[in-house]
């Protein structure tokens, strides 16, 4: 397994769309999520020339850095270590685990989707540091994926790995609860902040969500 320090808080994680941000600008939706309760944000971007990717992700990391919040990097190793991010986070169709650990070495963060058990036993197996259950539900914001692997898919997911698992696809706080229920250690969101006209106020209420649905399951665990 890899080891980062310190220690990451996947506990809501916020994945970046600008194609969402309505006109508002992009940095001020981030920090308001972050203002929020966000822990970790990840740049994902799919249309930017690499010279702008390291330029937005510098920027954004910059950013961050005033609130201690790690920086993840969608799809490129490159530019996660050009732009000093604490990690990047890679697909099933993104270079493979084990060959981003050899580049970023053990101080960086490596995530994978998965949608499988398989899945899951192979990144960890190659080194994952946490893994992206996708997705959850069916979402429009990325329509690209396998079957949606519901609640009983995350359940399955968590019985076969010990890594923190961070669940994307559908997530808002209506369905917080059942998320972390199902073994989820995170949630990570688009929409639910990206396109809310308060991402703010949409940050911390996630956040209220999965605190109470935290402190229901260990209620759960000891009676
Ligand atoms: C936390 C998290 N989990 C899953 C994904 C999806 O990654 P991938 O399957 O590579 O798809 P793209 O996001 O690259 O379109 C993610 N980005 N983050
Ligand atoms: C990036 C990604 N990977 C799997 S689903 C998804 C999009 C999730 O978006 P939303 O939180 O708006 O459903
Ligand atoms: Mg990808």
Redesign the pocket.
């Known amino acids: 397994m890899g080891t980062v320090s310190p220690p990451v808080d996947y506990t809501l994680y916020l994945?970046t769309?600008r194609g969402l941000a309505a006109g508002r600008s992009f940095e001020d939706i981030v920090r308001e999520g972050v203002e929020g309760g966000v822990t970790l944000v990840q740049l994902?971007e799919k249309d930017l020339a690499v010279r702008d990717f390291v330029a937005c992700a510098v920027a954004l990391r910059n950013l961050l850095g005033e609130y201690r919040v790690p920086l993840i990097v969608?799809d490129r190793v490159d530019v996660a270590l050009a732009c000093g991010a604490a990690g990047v986070h890679l697909?099933q169709d993104d270079m493979d685990c084990a060959s981003a650990r050899r580049i970023v070495g053990r101080g960086r963060i490596v995530g994978v989707?998965v949608s499988c058990v398989e899945e899951a036993v192979k990144a960890e197996a190659q080194g994952a540091d946490y893994l992206?259950v996708?997705?959850v539900?069916s979402?429009?914001?990325?329509t690209d994926?396998p079957p949606a692997v519901g609640l009983e898919g995350l359940r399955a997911i968590r019985m076969a790995v010990r890594l923190p698992l961070v669940a994307?696809?559908?997530?808002k706080a209506e369905n917080a609860a059942d998320v972390i229920r199902a073994g989820a250690d995170g949630l990570?969101?688009?929409?639910?902040i990206?396109?809310c006209p308060e991402p703010r106020v949409a940050a911390r209420t996630l956040k209220a969500a999965i605190a109470e649905a935290r402190a229901r399951v260990r209620t759960a665990r000891i009676g």
Do not use: E, H, L, Y
């Open positions: 994945v769309d994902r969608n697909g989707s992206g996708s997705p539900f979402t429009p914001t990325k994926t994307i696809g559908g997530i990570a969101v688009v929409s639910a990206m396109a």
